[in-house]
């Protein structure tokens, strides 16, 4: 059950290097919507405080000591309440970033990103309205075309929708594109997560490059 508009969404900041952890945590904790509920130095330690504070959002770095935030995002997933996992890192062509989508995670954000950036896609994945991450991992994603299961026999109108919606599109866009209402696009990517037996829209994303619906 995502958060609504107007409900808090709970954080856990997940990073080695405490300077940055510190720093994302002030970011976030400055927000009246955001409550920071802990702050992990390693995958283990995040796991942890997942299975005791129950965020609605991680702030996971990739490269932890003890677990990796690739095999901690791996596990996180497969929990009863899975909370949304947004990948941070210093390189956008890390090969890292490329597995921890695969593995489960929801979104991709630059270390570099400006705290506005921060803070609007920790509320986009919680409200589960955009697909978070950038051209160069698409490309990523592109060159492993193949790789992934054939897509399931989709509606017309469904693979318009999944076109757009693995382009990064909101919703609301969508609708705009294909001059539907908002809650006819919600029905929509709906049945296709059902269809590809997916969790989000990032894994629907994921899916429709590496089967090669969309390159």
């Known amino acids: 059950m995502c958060p609504t508009a107007d409900q808090v969404i709970r954080v856990l900041v997940a990073d080695d290097d405490e300077m940055v952890r510190d720093g994302f945590a002030a970011i976030l904790g400055a927000e009246p919507d955001l409550e920071v509920v802990g702050a992990a130095q390693d995958g283990v330690a995040t796991l942890d405080i997942c299975r005791r504070a129950e965020p609605d959002v991680v702030v996971m770095d990739v490269r932890m000591p003890k677990l990796d935030g690739i095999e901690a995002t791996r596990r996180l997933v497969r929990a009863d309440r899975p909370p949304k996992i947004l990948v941070v890192t210093t390189f956008e062509h890390d090969s890292y970033v490329?597995?921890?989508?695969?593995?489960?995670?929801?979104?991709?954000?630059?270390?570099?990103?400006?705290?506005?950036?921060?803070?609007?896609?920790?509320?986009?994945?919680?409200r589960l309205d955009a697909v978070?991450?950038?051209?160069?991992?698409?490309?990523?994603?592109?060159?492993?075309?193949?790789s992934g299961r054939a897509l399931p026999a989709l509606t017309e109108r469904e693979q318009d929708v999944l076109r757009l919606l693995a382009a990064g599109l909101s919703n609301a866009e969508i609708a705009g594109e294909l001059?539907?209402?908002t809650e006819t696009v919600k029905s929509h990517v709906a049945a296709l997560l059902a269809k590809l037996d997916v969790r989000d829209r990032t894994q629907a994303a994921i899916a429709a490059y590496r089967s090669g619906f969309v390159e």
């Open 98 to 126: 490329y597995d921890a989508l695969v593995a489960g995670a929801d979104g991709f954000l630059l270390k570099r990103a400006g705290a506005g950036q921060l803070v609007a896609a920790v509320r986009a994945l919680a």
């Open 132 to 146: 978070l991450f950038p051209e160069r991992i698409r490309d990523l994603i592109g060159q492993r075309r193949g």
């Open 179 to 181: 001059y539907l209402g």
